[in-house]
């Protein structure tokens, strides 16, 4: 029922696309099941008023029919997924925040970063400089951008009353723009097996007015703790059926660390190994990403014979007779 009567435009908007798409295909099969029992009946052993042609193979109009109707519901079908896929892609801005209802000029999506975890949800909110578990605050009305990604394995961040699905891997950054029009709770899931505790892998999300929103982040930041290094690396450990938690303040670098995979000390940040490895220039029979000195220049070897003058052929250096154990290579010609 969430899937179909949704709080937030975007699943709204996909709970729509599903609609038509069903009753699109209804078209074929409602008569398809009718045509079925018609058959069956008129057709019947003892039904001696069926005109019996054993003879007959071929109908203009029953082709037309059966071709042109399925092709017409396949392009209706396409037209739309065409449309609706670029309309509401995750990544892309909302164009309005429900029926009739742009988005307000300037205004600024709220931020919410996504962790994936071994088995719960982390949320950070940037702006605000507050952190959650399995608890997820959004005002009602307004445009959420969410990062996402994983710790460990691939998640999918799920709630049905907002929005589709979308991934959250890690070393990998995923986004979702959604919007939420009605105050209340709603469930949150994984929708992708992740492992022993991923049947607990719930989260709450609530629905609120700008000032009950702000009420919030201001009880959050009076619980007090700081999600720091330590601490991440620590709630980051496996647990299963994890209870709300809540910081007052967090790492800035957080995130995008646990993006990079160098959340703990001492670990190179991907983002920084594959600059490495761009700036450095690989050179024949070295390893790859191994730098090269400004002051060096690479090790220089004949150019092949299809790059020399023809006055050049047949100068290559080759050794004066064969090993004795190699064998005599046979004369062609050509």
């Keep these: ?18 609609a038509i798409s069903t009753l699109l295909m209804l078209l074929i099969i409602i008569p398809v099941m009718v045509l079925i029992v018609l058959f069956a009946w008129r057709y019947r052993h ?10 007959w193979d071929h109908s203009t109009v029953l082709e037309l029919v059966i071709w042109s109707a399925p092709l017409l ?33 300037n205004s600024k999506p709220l931020e919410i970063d996504v962790v994936a975890l071994d088995w719960k949800w ?17 005002p009602v009305d307004r445009e959420v951008q969410f990062r996402l990604t ?16 979308v991934y959250a891997m890690p070393g990998m950054q995923t986004q979702l723009h959604a919007v939420l029009n009605k105050t209340g709770r709603f469930e949150g899931i994984s929708a992708n097996y992740s492992g022993a505790g991923f049947s607990g892998m719930h989260f709450q999300v ?18 007090g703790g ?10 980051a450990k496996p647990s299963e059926d994890a209870p709300m938690m809540r910081w007052a303040s967090v790492d800035p670098t957080l995130f995008n660390r646990v993006v990079n995979r ?62 004795d154990n190699a064998p005599a290579m046979p004369h062609s010609h050509s």
């Design 46 to 55: 003892n039904n001696d008023a069926a005109t019996y042609r054993p003879d």
């Design 73 to 105: 519901i396949i392009i209706a079908l396409g037209a739309l997924t065409w449309i609706s896929t670029h309309t509401l892609d995750p990544y892309r801005r909302l164009g309005r925040i429900a029926p009739g209802k742009a988005v307000p000029a």
């Design 206 to 223: 609530a629905g609120m007015s700008e000032a009950d929103f702000g009420a919030w982040i201001a009880k959050t930041k009076a619980a």
């Design 226 to 235: 700081a999600l720091d290094t330590p601490a991440y690396l620590s709630l």
């Design 262 to 323: 160098c959340e703990t000390p001492g670990t190179p940040c991907m983002i920084d190994v594959m600059r490495k490895d761009m700036d450095d220039k690989d050179m024949p029979g070295m390893p790859m990403g191994h730098h090269l000195p400004a002051n060096d220049t690479p090790p220089t070897s004949p150019p092949g014979a299809l790059m020399r003058s023809p006055s050049e052929l047949g100068n290559s250096a080759r050794p004066a007779t064969q090993p």
């Design 122 to 138: 982390l949320f950070i909110y940037p702006e605000q400089g507050i952190a959650t578990v399995n608890a997820l605050a959004l």
């Design 150 to 165: 994983a710790s460990s394995v691939m998640n999918s961040f799920y709630v049905p009353s907002l929005a589709g699905q």
């Design 1 to 18: 029922m969430q899937v179909l009567f949704p709080a937030g435009d975007v699943a709204r908007q996909q709970a729509h696309l599903l």
